[in-house]
T-cell receptor
């Protein structure tokens, strides 16, 4: 199984709503990632979890709250978002490396978020 | 800080022909990985090919090959015998390892169109 599964595929929410994006992988990877991608732009790293602990936060606003309940699951909780937060949110997973390692990131198909 | 530059926002090629996508990067590190990812309309980022900097031999994966020029910090992707399924956004990426996790620095992308 080499899949990263993201739900929902599409989400529309108001600025006062609370919603969550979910990501699941069963490849035994212990690093999981959230990326944000605006239209016609490259993905931008938001958060990284290594061994279920937050290891990288790229100065993301607190209205985005990540959670890694176990080694297979990654959530992104959304609250009080702004219309400019509308984007494709990609989840990815990989092995954890100390120095090097040729392994790739495995990406999901993303959740398309629209904030009204 | 590492930067990745893709100078061709769009490229097109006739089916069965060969096309080369350009990528340059800037780094002070001596050992690193470079990747090409493709993102078709399905939105999922898919690894095309990877290159480790200390290996002088250019990586090849079936119809895909790279021309890696370390001194010039250039990493171009050649697609031979282009197929309709190759149509996608192609991102060049530089990889850093931070706290065991991979941080990809992406270029701006090149949109490849295949003309039948």
């Amino acid at each position: 199984d080499t899949e990263v599964t993201q739900t929902p595929k599409h989400l529309v929410m108001g600025m006062t709503n609370k919603k969550s994006l979910k990501c699941e992988q069963h490849m035994g990877h212990r690093a999981m990632y959230w990326y944000k991608q605006k239209a016609k732009k490259p993905p931008e790293l938001m958060f990284v979890y290594s061994y279920e602990k937050l290891s990288i936060n790229e100065s993301v606003p607190s209205r985005f709250s990540p959670e890694c309940p176990n080694s297979s699951l990654l959530n992104l909780h959304l609250h009080a978002l702004q219309p400019e937060d509308s984007a494709l949110y990609l989840c990815a997973s990989s092995q954890v490396y100390r120095d090097r390692g040729s392994g790739e990131l495995f990406f999901g198909e993303g959740s398309r978020l629209t904030v009204l | 800080a590492q930067t990745v530059t893709q100078s061709q926002p769009e490229m097109s090629v006739q089916e069965a022909e060969t096309v080369t996508l350009s990528c340059t990067y800037d780094t002070s590190e001596s050992d690193y990985y470079l990747f090409w990812y493709k993102q078709p309309p399905s939105r999922q980022m898919i690894l095309v090919i990877r290159q480790e900097a200390y290996k002088q031999q250019n990586a090849t994966e079936n119809r895909f090959s790279v021309n890696f020029q370390k001194a010039a910090k250039s990493f171009s992707l050649k697609i031979s015998d282009s197929q309709l399924g190759d149509a996608a956004m192609y991102f060049c990426a530089y990889r850093r390892i931070i706290q065991g996790a991979q941080k990809l620095v992406f270029g701006q992308g090149t949109r490849l169109t295949i003309n039948p």
